[in-house]
């Protein structure tokens, strides 16, 4: 598998999404050679260098973009250019015409351009057959098409030629198609959503609850704590507050994940990662969220603990001796520390526990 | 957002995910009145009572699949249909022709039965076009489509009855459509990668360090901890084991996950999450996987730590710090437990710190 952290080895998929969106400001201003100019990355260091050389000429000769562009070709018509997908015409002109524009990846891969794919189907079926036959001959080996959802009847004619869906996003759907014989050794898709949930207790020990406003009847009546699923981007640390807010309207600040929680198939035979966030409270008064919740209140813990659902249940009872022994200082959760790389330049969050930082100044904050 | 865990709130995806899967074997035995039976899922208590009654009769009346479906409405063909589409024939034949196959979900949407497209992009065309109709009338919320990658020829036309893309998976492509106004509100996609890192020390105090085979010069001769992906529905504990064996022919017993990092915009813009684990040795001989890695040996903790990649590297550094603080017992990671909920019936992973388990029953092993 791909390998990351401590990592001299890169990841595809992280290489690819720079590429390209260093090409779609690059390329929409015609230059000569493209470069691609990547930042390091923390987790890719192949993707450091990455090559992104126009494939576009098989010859490697340049053909200045502007002078003959996926986009002009078409306007030459589907028929003239089928005919000279199966010539044997070896122009500067017919060599042009007949393949996609594309990106070298670092792993003998291709990247089309997905900017510069032509509109019409036809068009569209012949330069790919045609580069597919090129990149086999150049024993190429991962391809990656994104097609845009404005473009949308290239999918078909896509998977005609042999291409599998890889993932899709609200915009676009991203296609591979492994010459190689074998299995696939492209990167997989997003395996995971993760969500969080707040456990917030005040000094009366007092927990904060909530009732679900649609509950199936054998739930309906329980109180439980405040739990949602992050959003892209957002911090696990930042999310378990903004959930606690948006349904009860509580402030909080995050003190620790104390647990998390691994399950499989949950959607759409994704897998599912629960971090319980012990938040400490920052004011009293709340406000319910219509839209999702029935109720919200400050539940005295002994109560909240005896709730039938919860005693019945060795996950949630467990999860909740967990918080109870945090608050008793019996049991240390990961707090959150904001590091930057410099493999990646980024700064990223570190979860981890802070047992003896008096002693050990190398893990302290 | 949609909650989880302590929840009695449910998540679509789940529920479709369910729900799909319990049609395809209820709906290809043709049963007259389909009921989906849903098992109790310890995140989604809506999903329990998930209504999958037909709406391919819009006045409810009951027809048996087998009579009129999707497939043998296509032999008519296309130009019958349509004619009859725009016409006014309420009777029982032209009412079925027209709508897709599809269930209720629980939320107000409709889920259209994938496995009961037309083939024909025309007849789909015509069918998906009076059904949104019929769904908009009905004040439904989001159509999820489901498209496996043999009806491709479908996509463009859902595309341009304004489906959007939702996730694709090798064999499917996703699409929904929020009828209501104003932004959607189903479900996101899958945000993240999931990924490893086996940190395996020896009695000698010796880490297990590999070098990857292809490396960008900055990190060329870097020796580091073996890192992966966890594969589809594996689990952190089994998933970094198998990393080490496969990368080094090391076998190794999960202790504890010692920390985890959270990074964004990594691949296709998602997110991850990298668990550093804690593994114990259980062999000593190392051997080298050809395809991924240069080199693997046993490396003096303090000659791996002085690496001056890692020394000059606050998060690699950090990482390792805490790696020898759990070495000298002054850190607590969080070791696995293995837990049923009587919820959903399902056994998930629930990681957590055990400081105390001889004073504390309730969160020991």
Same mark, same amino acid.
């Given at each position: 598998m791909e390998c990351r952290f401590f990592s001299s080895k890169c990841m595809t998929m992280s290489e690819i999404a720079h590429i390209e969106k260093t090409n779609s400001s690059q390329l929409s201003s015609f230059r000569p050679l493209v470069e691609v100019k990547s930042t390091p990355r923390f987790c890719s260091c192949r993707g450091m260098s990455a090559k992104a050389s126009h494939s576009s000429t098989p010859n490697n000769t340049?053909?200045?973009?502007k002078a003959l562009s996926s986009v002009d070709e078409e306007k030459i018509g589907a028929g003239n250019l089928l005919y000279q997908v199966n010539?044997?015409? #070896? #122009?500067l002109f017919s060599r042009n015409l007949r393949m996609l524009d594309a990106f070298d990846d670092e792993y003998g891969g291709v990247i089309v351009d997905s900017e510069r794919l032509p509109a019409n189907p036809n068009v569209f079926a012949s330069m790919l057959r045609f580069s597919i036959s090129h990149w086999k001959a150049k024993e190429k080996k991962g391809i990656w098409l994104k097609l845009p959802v404005e473009k949308s009847d290239l999918v078909p004619v896509a998977v005609k030629e042999g291409f599998e869906y890889h993932h899709a996003e609200r915009g676009y759907v991203m296609l591979t198609y492994w010459?190689?014989?074998?299995? #696939?050794?492209l990167p997989a898709n997003a395996s995971h959503q993760v969500g969080v949930g707040g456990f917030v207790i005040n000094e009366n020990n007092e927990v904060l609850v909530v009732q679900e406003k649609y509950c199936a009847p054998p739930f309906s009546g329980l109180w439980k704590i405040p739990t949602g699923f992050i959003v892209e981007s957002e911090e696990i640390f930042t999310g378990s507050v903004r959930e606690v807010k948006e349904e009860t309207g509580i402030d909080t600040e995050f003190v620790e994940v104390v647990a998390f929680r691994h399950v499989h198939n949950?959607?759409?035979?994704k897998s599912d990662l629960f971090f319980i966030c012990m938040l400490k409270p920052l004011s009293t008064q709340i406000m319910v969220d219509d839209h999702e919740i029935q109720a919200a209140k400050w539940m005295p813990l002994v109560e909240f603990v005896e709730q039938p659902l919860i005693q019945q249940d060795c996950m949630f009872k467990r999860v909740i001796d967990i918080c109870i022994a945090r608050l008793g200082k019996r049991y240390c959760g990961l707090s959150v520390h904001q590091l930057a790389s410099t493999f990646d330049g980024k700064t990223s969050s570190l979860y981890y526990n802070v047992v003896d930082s008096q002693h050990n100044n190398c893990i302290g904050n």
């Open positions: 340049y053909v200045p973009k010539g044997t015409n #070896s #122009s010459l190689p014989e074998g299995p #696939s050794k949950v959607a759409f035979e």
